[in-house]
């Protein structure tokens, strides 16, 4: 029988067990001399779900790190315990780029595209074509881009540093409020905002032949309904994607974390265009996703981004999806 007690680490037992890993070591082979090489590489970075008809894909750019003073409107010390609560680091926030891929039998949908070649945020990004083709998808097939928000990390990998399209058949999905925002040339003489405007108009102008805006609540594209979600730029665009009965949410930048902006949604966040407009919604909307028990994918959240929310006090829960391994 096993008791509890086994399982404790006393200092006897701590003595005892390094004894006992001193017999060992003496009867298994010296780890160095492993007859297998260390493989040194991660998995693919793909996933890949079916949402009733659709097979939807999950393919990532990479990752990068934020510092945690990005986040205000509650003391610093109170952000630092919350991340050290959930057992993360308190002096950098980890986040993912999560691209949403669907194929609907019709049509194939990327939304947002990554940062591209450009390493505003530090190495870790731009492995977006890399990921896709670990996901045996070729951007020659993708029909549309869909693009929430003009950001960097949504917009930049629409184009190549050659300045051709990486998605050369697609159509390009972005409200009119953002295009206008982030390509207005009169906002250049601002030295904050001169990089993202430069960005924005490289990734969008050459491009605007084959730009559709969208607009609140429009059906986009067969299943996908755009829905304005402003605050965090003005033009910031969610997606609820529909497939028989089943609703799935794509929240871009609505939250972009699943601690700080969950438990403490009306945190206040430095790349939000408008905090206050983002709070308020970021707030209707997670109301909305745990009253209807609507899973969604959220972009910068821990891969692969997927799960629900909860209402706990004034606050929500994340519930990350398990995953589906057998499609
Ligand atoms: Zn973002």
Redesign the pocket.
């Known amino acids: 029988m096993i008791r509890a007690g086994d399982f404790s680490l006393s200092r006897r037992g701590l003595f005892l067990g390094a004894a006992a890993a001193g017999v060992a070591a003496n009867l298994l082979p010296n780890p160095a001399s492993a007859k297998a090489p260390q493989i040194n590489k991660q998995a693919p970075y793909y996933y890949r779900f079916s949402m009733g008809s659709i097979e939807a894909t999950v393919i990532s750019d990479g990752s990068f790190a934020v510092t945690p003073k990005l986040f205000s409107g509650v003391p610093q010390p109170e952000v630092e315990r919350m991340l050290t609560d959930h057992f993360l680091p308190s002096d950098n926030v980890a986040?993912e780029?999560n691209i949403l891929v669907l194929n609907t039998g019709e049509k194939l949908i990327v939304f947002d595209t990554g940062l591209g070649s450009a390493k505003l945020f530090g190495p870790g990004s731009g492995r977006m074509l890399v990921s896709l083709k670990e996901a045996g998808i070729d951007p020659k097939d993708v029909d549309a881009i869909v693009v929430s928000?003009a950001?960097p990390?949504?917009l930049w990998g629409v184009m190549a540093d050659d300045g051709k399209p990486n998605f050369p058949n697609a159509q390009i999905y972005i409200s009119e409020a953002d295009y206008d925002f982030w390509t207005d040339e009169a906002k250049l003489a601002n030295k904050d905002m001169k990089g993202f405007i430069e960005g924005a108009r490289k990734h969008l102008v050459p491009n605007r032949p084959r730009i559709v805006f969208m607009k609140d609540g429009q059906e986009i594209l067969p299943g996908v309904q755009a829905l304005a979600a402003p605050g965090?730029t003005i033009g910031h665009m969610m997606f609820m994607l529909t497939s028989g009965n089943k609703a799935f949410a794509v929240l871009?930048?609505t939250t972009?974390h699943p601690v700080l902006m969950f438990e403490t949604p009306r945190l206040e966040f430095g790349?939000d265009s408008d905090p206050k407009q983002a709070v308020a919604t970021r707030v209707r909307v997670l109301d909305m996703l745990a009253e209807q028990r609507i899973p969604f994918i959220a972009?910068?959240f821990p891969w692969p981004g997927i799960g629900y929310a909860a209402k706990r006090g004034d606050g929500f829960v994340y519930h990350p999806k398990p995953l589906q391994m057998v499609l």
């Open positions: 986040v780029q928000h950001h990390d949504h965090h871009a930048d972009v790349f972009y910068h």
